[in-house]
């Protein structure tokens, strides 16, 4: 019996590999398909030069303006603010956030109407046309609901144009007149001509109609306002991304003037409101000094008083002191009075605002302003808002809790004041009994003058104010300034490479894609590498992908590629002395594999013709009963005597042996003639004679057996053999072979399992074509 190698499993086990990427082998893979990644490329750059002529840049327009705070604002604005009727200060951010309002957008939408867009089409192809070169432009005059609608028309003459149903030049129109009403789905429109009519009669215009919201939504998200430097500037840009030049400038022009003209309102609207209260009570206070004065007339003229005695002057003089304190406080009180009934009118919004004048507390004046900002905004919204809405929730907390803290106030300052008040009359009443010498004449009409004086000053106090106030409604001056009308930002070449660089990426990509996809679904093991993942066996050899009539490379030496095969079991060979321990003879070498086609018979017989032509005694036993092919490979004939025979008591040894003539040194047993219980035969003493008497007269014996998943011969022969040569075919076996090939090696079914990997392609993996043909 052979005694197989003390050589174990353990000691010649490899490490897996765990490390999943390896980006030589990855770049071998994805190289070898590079025509692929080419036409992909080349469609992809074909579809970006396309896409590059049909679509229309877009360019970035750009304006800059200056934008104050209105604490910068000169003296007229701190008298509005004297009087507790100026607007707050606003910042800067706020009047950013007005520029980009959808309200200012939707504003500039449809006074340009820039819902309307204008197309010529020429050559099946259109181009865009601006109120500067459109030879018609189209005025709405009642819309329907739905304006998302597109018109064409050609233009027959100057007078005349045909509305068509669609792009179709075979396709009928309705005839009408320019300036003329028309019916249609989108509502009743007409048709200006401009003076561009007449180089575009004949020509087919396309007239698109778009919801104005819709627009105003395109615009506001391609709208960009931002301060340039927040900590040390004020100037603003206006940016917006349009694809007509011209459209996008007078966009952000009719913007800015927009902005200018609703702050220039806004602001006179409040000045106004100013006016009107300080004419209210200049009113009053001019019918009240008109009766001081003729109560003074009516009292020298009835009592003959043409001058106060000169005794009574000093007198007089503290008294008047006392009074005008005194009038100042009763002012003083009757403002607090106008502010307390203002506060507590039920309906504010139909009252005057009161004046804070002469108010000393400067939180007053504040929280009054406010409580009057508050009821505004809130008479604003009752105009499109229902009262019960919750909207009206905060600003109505807001307005409780500032009047709240305005009475507050006003009881402090009344109880001062009142205090003050009673002083005042305490010392005039002291006066008053100082002078009762004083002819009570005298007396009176002081008293009547001073009543006239402090009308009189009032009444010029707020005659003054108003003088001021009205310069402010005058002016037409705002917060901005502009520093650079739109203009036309010069494309950027980045932009017309981006189409490119996509394509660039695709055509990569998408071919990557599909390889990755192919390898991922295929089921076959397809590189070195997933053997060396999923099996802890060593790979002794790689073995081209051959295309040849002859089966034994050798026969065709000459040729380049056969060359390179020949190598490749030169290799092998060399590998199987080691393998064998560096025995001399008698090695025997079963080749076995997972199923049929892996090229186990192209191994075995090549691998004899390799081990003949170095000198070593070598035989082939052919196992494989059910599908024999050494007798065709070395041109041997079928009929002779084999295995079957031998093992079967009907041949000798010597009889079943054939000598291949090509081949010096290379014997042959075939498989013989077909017997039903060849496996039976196997197990027997007589296999073991042979292959001991075979070990005595040959340096190598190799055995070819049957698929292993098909029938189990391999297993049988294995304990009388040396070491095993296991062929895996790339792109043939499945790697759902691999788990059985692991069992047979972890249950060490087989003995010294080594790989021969067959089927290489040597460009797609790797290998370089080094060699060179001589002749």
């Not at 695709?506 to 993942?533: D, M």
Request: aromatic share 8%; charged share 25%; net charge neutral.
């Amino acid at each position: 019996m052979c005694a197989q190698k003390a050589t174990t499993h353990a000691n010649r086990r490899p490490p897996l590999i765990d490390d999943d990427f390896d980006l030589r082998e990855i770049l071998v893979k994805y190289v070898y398909y590079w025509p692929v990644f080419l036409l992909f490329t080349i469609i992809m750059m074909i579809g970006a030069y396309a896409y590059h002529v049909v679509t229309k840049p877009v360019y970035d327009i750009k304006a800059t303006m200056l934008l104050q705070d209105d604490k910068n604002s000169g003296d007229i604005k701190s008298s509005l603010q004297d009087l507790g009727m100026g607007n707050a200060p606003k910042k800067i951010e706020n009047d950013v956030e007005i520029l980009q309002s959808r309200r200012l957008v939707e504003s500039v939408v449809r006074d340009l109407q820039l819902w309307v867009s204008y197309q010529v089409l020429a050559n099946h192809l259109k181009e865009d046309l601006y109120k500067d070169n459109s030879p018609v432009l189209f005025n709405l005059i009642r819309g329907s609901r739905d304006l998302n609608q597109r018109l064409t028309i050609v233009i027959l003459n100057a007078d005349k144009f045909l509305l068509k149903t669609s792009d179709d030049p075979e396709t009928e129109g309705t005839e009408y007149s320019f300036s003329s009403d028309v019916s249609t789905s989108a509502g009743t429109w007409q048709l200006t001509p401009t003076a561009n009519l007449r180089k575009y009669i004949g020509s087919t215009i396309i007239i698109n109609l778009t919801d104005p919201k819709v627009v105003t939504d395109n615009y506001q998200g391609s709208l960009d306002v931002a301060l340039k430097d927040k900590m040390e500037s004020s100037a603003v840009d206006i940016t917006v991304k349009d694809q007509i030049p011209q459209r996008g400038q007078d966009f952000i022009n009719y913007l800015i003037n927009l902005y200018n003209k609703n702050e220039i309102a806004e602001k006179n609207s409040k000045t106004k409101s100013t006016l009107d209260f300080i004419d209210q009570r200049l009113d009053s206070l001019s019918v009240e000094l008109n009766y001081a004065e003729k109560q003074v007339e009516q009292y020298r003229s009835s009592h003959g008083l043409t001058d106060i005695n000169a005794q009574s002057q000093v007198y007089l003089q503290d008294a008047q002191a006392n009074q005008g304190r005194l009038n100042d406080i009763n002012v003083q009180l009757k403002v607090i009075n106008d502010i307390e009934n203002y506060i507590n009118a039920p309906n504010v919004t139909d009252r005057a605002v009161p004046s804070t004048i002469n108010i000393a507390d400067q939180n007053l004046v504040a929280l009054v302003q406010s409580y009057t900002d508050q009821q505004r905004e809130r008479s604003r919204l009752l105009g499109t808002t229902p009262e019960k809405n919750p909207v009206f929730d905060p600003i109505n907390q807001q307005i409780a809790t500032t009047r709240a803290a305005i009475k507050e106030n006003i009881n402090n300052i009344k109880s001062s004041l009142q205090v003050t008040r009673a002083e005042l009359l305490g010392f005039g009443t002291k006066f008053r009994s100082s002078i009762e010498s004083i002819p009570g004449e005298d007396r009176e009409l002081a008293a009547l003058k001073r009543l006239q004086a402090s009308k009189e000053t009032l009444y010029n106090i707020l005659l003054q104010k108003r003088e001021e106030t009205a310069l402010s409604y005058a002016a037409t001056l705002t917060n901005a300034r502009l520093v650079d009308l739109a203009y036309v930002l010069p494309l950027k070449k980045s932009k017309a490479l981006l189409p490119f660089i996509a394509a660039l990426i695709l055509g990569l990509l998408i071919p990557a894609g599909l390889i990755y996809l192919r390898e991922t679904i295929k089921n076959q093991v397809t590189s070195r590498r997933n053997i060396e993942k999923t099996l802890p066996i060593p790979i002794s050899a790689e073995l081209e992908e051959v295309k040849l009539k002859s089966p034994i490379v050798t026969d065709a030496v000459n040729d380049k590629i056969n060359f390179m095969s020949v190598e490749q079991f030169r290799s092998l060979r060399t590998q199987l002395h080691y393998l064998h321990d560096n025995e001399n003879n008698g090695r025997v070498t079963l080749i076995a594999s997972s199923v049929a086609g892996e090229g186990r018979s192209f191994v075995a017989s090549n691998l004899g013709v390799a081990l003949a032509t170095s000198g070593k005694k070598t035989i082939i036993l052919e196992l494989n009963l059910y599908r024999p092919i050494m007798a065709e490979i070395f041109n041997l004939p079928g009929s002779h005597p084999g295995m079957s025979s031998y093992l079967n008591w009907e041949s000798l040894k010597e009889e079943v042996i054939q000598n291949t003539v090509t081949y010096r040194n290379l014997d042959v047993i075939t498989s013989g003639q077909f017997i039903p219980n060849f496996s039976e035969l196997l197990d027997r003493k007589r296999i073991e004679i042979l292959l001991d008497w075979l070990r005595l007269h040959y340096d190598h014996i190799l055995i070819d057996t049957s698929p292993l998943q098909v029938i189990g011969d391999a297993n049988i022969v294995s304990r009388l053999c040396d070491i095993t040569l296991y062929v895996i075919r790339k792109d043939f076996t499945s790697k759902s072979q691999i788990p059985f090939i692991n069992k047979l090696y972890t249950d060490q079914q087989l003995p010294n399992m080594s790989i021969v990997f067959n089927g290489v392609e040597q460009v797609r993996d790797g290998y370089k074509d080094y060699f060179v043909t001589r002749g």
